[in-house]
């Protein structure tokens, strides 16, 4: 009697640890797009991702850089102090996107331009991304903003 409740025993934790691992497998697999990784434009410039990676850039736009009306794309530079990338960006932008301030986009890297298919811009006075605050001031550019 003991052997049969004990081969039962190891049957639930066999099956359990099976359906764990295939539970794990589609989370991962469904999340596989999901994931962008935050890049600063030094890091870019230094290891050029591959032309299909998407992932997220963030840090200052460059003043001056700033060109609308080529149509609908709209052209601007990126940089951290350390590293200028050049991006695209078809669409909107928010409406606090301008230049000197802080932002991130989601795109590809393609050709030395970043393709960007969304722009976040900071939303208030002294708000700016951890990772563009942390990139910028890796480079020794960032500046507190006046209200701390």
Same mark, same amino acid.
């Given at each position: 009697?003991?052997?049969?409740?004990?081969?039962? +025993?190891? #049957?639930?934790?066999?099956?359990?640890?099976?359906?764990?691992?295939?539970?794990?497998?589609?989370?991962?697999?469904?999340?596989?797009? $999901? /994931?962008?990784?935050?890049?600063?434009?030094? #890091?870019?410039?230094?290891?050029?991702?591959?032309?299909?990676?998407?992932?997220? /850039?963030?840090?200052?736009?460059?003043?001056? %850089?700033?060109?609308?009306?080529?149509? !609908?794309?709209? +052209?601007?530079?990126?940089?951290?102090? $350390? $590293?200028?990338?050049? @991006?695209?960006?078809?669409?909107?932008?928010?409406?606090?996107?301008? !230049?000197?301030?802080?932002?991130? $986009?989601?795109? %590809?890297? +393609?050709?030395? @331009?970043? !393709?960007?298919?969304?722009?976040?811009?900071?939303?208030?006075?002294?708000?700016?991304?951890?990772?563009?605050?942390?990139?910028?001031?890796? #480079?020794?550019?960032?500046? !507190?903003?006046?209200?701390?």
């Amino acid at each position: 009697m003991k052997s049969l409740k004990k081969k039962r +025993r190891v #049957q639930v934790i066999a099956i359990a640890a099976l359906a764990l691992v295939a539970a794990t497998a589609l989370i991962g697999y469904g999340m596989r797009d $999901g /994931i962008n990784f935050f890049r600063s434009p030094t #890091q870019v410039l230094a290891e050029p991702p591959a032309p299909n990676e998407v992932f997220r /850039i963030g840090g200052l736009v460059e003043d001056g %850089s700033l060109r609308r009306g080529d149509g !609908e794309v709209i +052209r601007f530079n990126v940089t951290d102090g $350390g $590293g200028i990338v050049p @991006v695209t960006y078809r669409g909107v932008l928010p409406d606090l996107f301008e !230049e000197n301030q802080g932002m991130v $986009g989601t795109g %590809s890297y +393609r050709n030395g @331009v970043f !393709e960007a298919s969304e722009i976040l811009a900071k939303h208030d006075e002294s708000y700016m991304p951890k990772e563009v605050v942390d990139a910028l001031k890796e #480079q020794g550019v960032y500046k !507190e903003p006046s209200g701390s």
